[in-house]
């Protein structure tokens, strides 16, 4: 017998969540936010559509789901990288490496303003960015406190700067160029 | 008799268009973009909703033409700030504090994510979009040239760097706050 069915209730659940989660955001990339119908998801996932409105009602629920979903392995991934070894400017640049690597994978995801605007209604959304934000606002004030980081503008203002510069790996095309960006924008960082 | 019954039909025409625009702007500030109709628009303007339909066909065309009323204004107000009195690095501050300012106005019109996604799906923005970063390019490309930004990443790359940085304009709360982040952000442009 397959393992999946010595599994609890609860595992199935969520294989079956997360495969409608990864069957949408594919649909939504090939076709766009506006073409895709719950039919279309409950065919691509290889569920009836009575299941899928067990589990969601209705396309835009399933994409936030998906982002909080991806959200939240991004803050996983900037937890990581801030409790990278060495000192507190090694950790800072660990931590905005990433937050820059994860901008440009998202750009190559190749989504447009529609889905933005429909993700940046939900609330959720702006919970995450703000514990982005928090971890981002910690890892500076570390380098503060280390001498790494200039004292003369407070960390919450270097975060908001960081955030926003970082963005720009959206529009860059290569490894290097990301590694560029964070050079450069942590020279703004620096203590002089 | 007044002055405006002497002047041309052309800017008779501009003057309604303007008003048009202006009316619109308003309506979508207090009620939000799809609960505005083109009855209130032209009733808002003083103008009859037939002569409303003569020069635009929807809310969506007026508030693309709002918006590229306002890019023009940005472009102009960014060349006059590269004409700046000085050497290169301080034209490039000019430059860059401008463009800061711009977007911290831009933020307290308080427009939604909705009215942002309409307009990046104008072609219009993404012309003036390439126009600022052109503008910028060349400020730094003068500055790596006068000796005063670093040469070691392409003025291609620094100008992604600084429109994106510049960007936390918008979340900042003053005037004071702006000038701090462009000080960081041109800590991240110097030569070293």
């Known amino acids: 017998m397959p393992k999946l ?3 609890t209730i609860e595992a199935h659940r969520r294989t079956v969540h ?3 989660l990864d069957a949408t955001v594919e649909l939504v990339r090939e076709r766009g936010l506006l073409a895709v119908t ?7 996932t290889g569920i009836g559509r009575a299941t899928l409105y067990k589990y969601f009602p209705d396309v835009e629920t399933i994409l936030v789901a998906w982002h909080g979903r991806q959200v939240a392995g991004h803050l996983e991934r900037l937890s990581r990288a801030g409790e990278h070894e060495g000192d507190a400017g090694q ?3 660990a931590v905005l490496e990433t937050y820059a690597f994860i901008h440009q ?15 940046h209604r939900s609330q959720d959304v702006g919970h995450a960015q703000h514990q982005i ?13 280390a001498g790494a980081v200039r004292d003369d503008v407070a960390a919450e203002e270097l975060a908001a700067f960081c955030l ?7 529009v860059l095309p290569s490894k290097d160029a990301v590694q560029r960006l964070v050079a450069v924008t942590l020279g703004g960082l620096r203590a002089r």
């Open 5 to 7: 069915w010595n599994e």
């Open 164 to 170: 926003h510069a970082l963005q720009a790996a959206a």
């Open 18 to 20: 997360d495969a409608i």
């Open 133 to 145: 934000h928090a971890l981002l606002r910690d890892a500076l004030s570390e380098g503060v406190r």
């Open 105 to 119: 994978q998202m750009a190559r995801h190749g989504f447009g303003p529609d889905l933005v605007a429909l993700l």
């Open 91 to 93: 950790r800072l640049e």
């Open 38 to 44: 719950m039919s279309q998801i409950a065919e691509k």
